[in-house]
């Protein structure tokens, strides 16, 4: 088998205006979905996120890849290397290493290939599924009133429940349990988690609270400011928390901060900032900066590597998880292929998939049940992609004008000369 041709087809889905720790979400959020086409015409699909330097770095690799054996993926990663340069994460909630991005769309596509080329899901060719569906939690932020782009649902005055709540503007405790209990109730989720870094951390605890009063102890809660508050806020807040959080993300930056702020809170801390690669795990090790690490495999480069961290979580009692992006379908069939071959327990994974929902590139849409998604058994991501929707979100691509994720300009729009801090409480 050979590959043959690789279509690389940048997209922009709606989103919300969503509030994070760098400012506001864009109308759009942007992807870039990635084909491999075999000699004998069957595709495998990835997707990761966008922006014009990712796409860049991948239009180089996919030509360098042309004529490769998908089988072969050493030989493939090893092609790729020669033109990887140093990437950095960056001080953002997001992560801007573009080669990293680039090896786990490569990977993905070859995998779905693979899988579509023998008939047997992904998770078969990473050694088997261990479990027959995936849990993930409600993922909540605060938000002016909105829901993105052109086809905002605040337009349908007749919307209810999740549609209505993902228009209305969520900027107190009293908007963030309302935004919970719809998105509970649409989807299921048993567990919820916040996004802060927005407002004080008196206020965002208030939230926390909120939230336990609306769905008791039985429902695990998460609060992550995205590493924006100073080591004392952190203990601070985190006290207050004491035997409410299931985890605390990212409450301080870097691995040093973070373990100053474990050593003084019986709190499992989780990071998806301050250990975000093989290089950083030691350091993670020696100083014990976090007891949970949230995987992605979009950012650790991809199924294998993301697999390989998790034996390094299981021989040094790590925790383990999945971070998530403003996502469509093609991520999130992957995700679930790589949580169902992932030996570990896991915390339910987070997903941004409520925010993007309705506006998928999937034929067949995956569904949420009691907040959980089926392993579909289907060949390789078990998914079909709509070729007219992927159209039809390039062409919303070329419209929208966007090309690099920026939050801070978005913040500016309204509230003028704001600018984003590493370190802001």
Same mark, same amino acid.
């Given at each position: 088998?050979?590959?043959?041709?690789?279509?690389?087809?940048?997209?922009?889905?709606?989103?919300?205006?969503?509030?994070?720790?760098?400012?506001?979400?864009?109308?759009?959020?942007?992807?870039?979905?990635?084909?491999?086409?075999? @000699?004998? &015409?069957?595709? $495998?699909?990835?997707?990761? #996120?966008?922006?014009?330097?990712?796409? *860049? !770095?991948?239009?180089? /690799? %996919?030509?360098?890849?042309?004529?490769?054996?998908?089988?072969?993926?050493?030989?493939?990663?090893?092609?790729?290397?020669?033109?990887?340069?140093?990437?950095?994460?960056?001080?953002?909630?997001?992560?801007?290493?573009?080669?990293?991005?680039?090896?786990?769309?490569?990977?993905?596509?070859?995998?779905?290939?693979?899988?579509?080329?023998?008939?047997?899901?992904?998770?078969?060719?990473?050694?088997?599924?261990?479990?027959?569906?995936?849990?993930?939690?409600?993922?909540?932020?605060?938000?002016?009133?909105? @829901?993105? &782009?052109?086809? $905002?649902?605040?337009?349908? #005055?007749?919307?209810?429940?999740?549609? *209505? !709540?993902?228009?209305? /503007? %969520?900027?107190?405790?009293?908007?963030?349990?309302?935004?919970?209990?719809?998105?509970?109730?649409?989807?299921?989720?048993?567990?919820?988690?916040?996004?802060?870094?927005?407002?004080?951390?008196?206020?965002?605890?208030?939230?926390?609270?909120?939230?336990?009063?609306?769905?008791?102890?039985?429902?695990?809660?998460?609060?992550?400011?995205?590493?924006?508050?100073?080591?004392?806020?952190?203990?601070?807040?985190?006290?207050?928390?004491?035997?409410?959080?299931?985890?605390?993300?990212?409450?301080?930056?870097?691995?040093?901060?973070?373990?100053?702020?474990?050593?003084?809170?019986?709190?499992?801390?989780?990071?998806?900032?301050?250990?975000?690669?093989?290089?950083?795990?030691?350091?993670?090790?020696?100083?014990?900066?976090?007891?949970?690490?949230?995987?992605?495999?979009?950012?650790?480069?991809?199924?294998?590597?993301?697999?390989?961290?998790?034996?390094?979580?299981?021989?040094?009692?790590?925790?383990?998880?999945?971070?998530?992006?403003?996502?469509?379908?093609?991520?999130?069939?992957?995700?679930?292929?790589?949580?169902?071959?992932?030996?570990?327990?896991?915390?339910?994974?987070?997903?941004?998939?409520?925010?993007?929902?309705?506006?998928?590139?999937?034929?067949?849409?995956?569904?949420?049940?009691?907040?959980?998604?089926?392993?579909?058994?289907?060949?390789?991501?078990?998914?079909?992609?709509?070729?007219?929707?992927?159209?039809?979100?390039?062409?919303?691509?070329?419209?929208?004008?966007?090309?690099?994720?920026?939050?801070?300009?978005?913040?500016?729009?309204?509230?003028?000369?704001?600018?984003?801090?590493?370190?802001?409480?």
């Amino acid at each position: 088998m050979r590959i043959a041709d690789c279509h690389i087809t940048p997209v922009a889905v709606p989103d919300p205006p969503l509030l994070n720790a760098a400012g506001l979400h864009a109308p759009y959020a942007l992807r870039l979905i990635i084909e491999l086409v075999s @000699a004998d &015409g069957i595709s $495998g699909w990835g997707e990761i #996120p966008g922006g014009e330097s990712t796409h *860049a !770095a991948l239009t180089q /690799a %996919a030509e360098r890849i042309i004529g490769a054996d998908p089988w072969q993926l050493n030989a493939i990663f090893a092609r790729i290397d020669q033109l990887a340069k140093p990437d950095e994460r960056g001080a953002t909630p997001w992560d801007n290493r573009a080669w990293v991005h680039v090896r786990s769309a490569i990977e993905v596509a070859c995998y779905d290939l693979l899988g579509k080329t023998v008939e047997r899901p992904a998770a078969d060719l990473l050694g088997g599924a261990v479990r027959d569906s995936v849990p993930f939690a409600a993922y909540l932020f605060y938000k002016r009133a909105g @829901a993105g &782009g052109e086809f $905002g649902f605040e337009c349908d #005055p007749s919307a209810s429940g999740w549609k *209505a !709540a993902r228009a209305e /503007a %969520a900027l107190d405790p009293a908007g963030i349990v309302a935004q919970a209990q719809a998105m509970c109730s649409h989807y299921g989720f048993r567990s919820i988690k916040l996004k802060g870094g927005v407002f004080s951390p008196d206020a965002e605890v208030a939230a926390i609270l909120a939230l336990r009063e609306a769905f008791g102890p039985d429902v695990p809660l998460r609060l992550d400011p995205n590493a924006i508050w100073r080591v004392d806020t952190a203990i601070e807040a985190g006290k207050k928390l004491a035997g409410v959080l299931e985890y605390y993300e990212d409450p301080a930056r870097g691995q040093a901060d973070m373990a100053a702020v474990a050593r003084a809170l019986d709190i499992p801390l989780a990071t998806n900032m301050c250990t975000t690669s093989f290089a950083d795990l030691p350091g993670s090790i020696q100083q014990q900066s976090e007891a949970i690490i949230l995987s992605d495999h979009h950012f650790w480069g991809g199924f294998r590597a993301s697999l390989d961290l998790a034996r390094i979580c299981r021989v040094f009692e790590r925790g383990l998880s999945m971070h998530s992006n403003s996502h469509l379908g093609i991520s999130l069939a992957a995700m679930v292929q790589l949580a169902a071959a992932t030996p570990n327990e896991l915390y339910d994974c987070d997903t941004h998939y409520p925010w993007q929902d309705g506006h998928d590139l999937l034929v067949k849409p995956l569904q949420f049940e009691n907040g959980s998604v089926a392993v579909r058994r289907g060949p390789g991501l078990g998914i079909e992609v709509d070729r007219e929707r992927l159209s039809q979100l390039h062409q919303q691509y070329l419209r929208c004008g966007l090309t690099e994720r920026n939050d801070e300009i978005e913040m500016q729009k309204i509230e003028p000369g704001w600018k984003f801090q590493a370190t802001r409480w």
